[in-house]
């Protein structure tokens, strides 16, 4: 450490991240003394899923699920806890899940030129990752935790399970895709160049569409 003054913090860091992994991993510490463990685990995952099926049926991904399908996808999602300073994902690795922040903040940022770039911030009831979990590209930014996070993820085998069902969600997501990706672009609609804006959204909708089918293998 550079500055000793920072030496309680990074402490207090390392071994609360410690402590959040041995969590994930259900490693339990055979403390040598008399503990009372009290177990209130199933009802606050319970209440996470509750309020994890209100944001999913506000996000436009999942429009195209019926309730049945919805509830299949939170029942076979995992909740995890992360601490302060822990990384979600982590830009440029592969990932095939998405998540959605139940509780807590997390920063948002890029590498450029060699140095981390804060761009943005989830907070509780946001979604990310879609489009490694939908398109199979790489992580497009690093999200760390700046507290206490609860996130729900949902991995690839069970979105596949509801594309298999309903075929239609195919188009409707690569719609969806193609105009998050024009967004992203800085392309909005101009009267001016109409032709322009609609061959451009149907060359990503065809692509998109091409992705789906490789990642998912339908």
């Known amino acids: 450490m ?16 410690i402590w959040y992994e041995f969590r994930r991993q259900q490693i339990t510490i055979p403390f040598p003394i008399r503990t009372l463990h009290v177990q209130r685990g199933p009802k606050r995952i319970a209440d996470g899923r509750t309020e994890a099926r209100a944001i999913l049926r506000g996000e436009a991904l999942f429009d195209c699920m019926n309730d049945t399908q919805l509830e299949n996808v939170l029942q076979n999602a995992q909740i995890h806890h992360y601490g302060r300073g822990e990384r979600l994902i982590q830009e440029g690795e592969a990932g095939d899940s998405m998540f959605v922040m139940l509780r807590g903040n997390a920063a948002v940022s890029v590498a450029r030129n060699g ?5 943005g911030a989830m907070r509780q009831g946001d979604c990310f990752g879609e489009f490694s979990l939908l398109t199979g590209e790489p992580r497009s930014a690093t999200i760390r935790a700046e507290n206490d996070c609860e996130v729900l993820e949902i991995g690839k085998p069970v979105m596949a399970e509801v594309l298999r069902e309903s075929p239609e969600c195919l188009s409707a997501l690569s719609d969806l895709l193609a105009k998050r990706k024009l967004e992203g672009e800085g392309i909005v609609k101009d009267a001016a160049v109409p032709h322009e804006q609609e061959k451009r959204e149907s060359e990503y909708r065809s692509n998109f569409l091409r992705r789906l089918r490789t990642v998912f293998e339908l």
């Open 2 to 17: 550079g500055n000793h003054r920072a030496y309680n913090d990074v402490c207090d860091a390392i071994r609360t991240n």
């Open 115 to 119: 140095t981390s770039v804060r761009v």
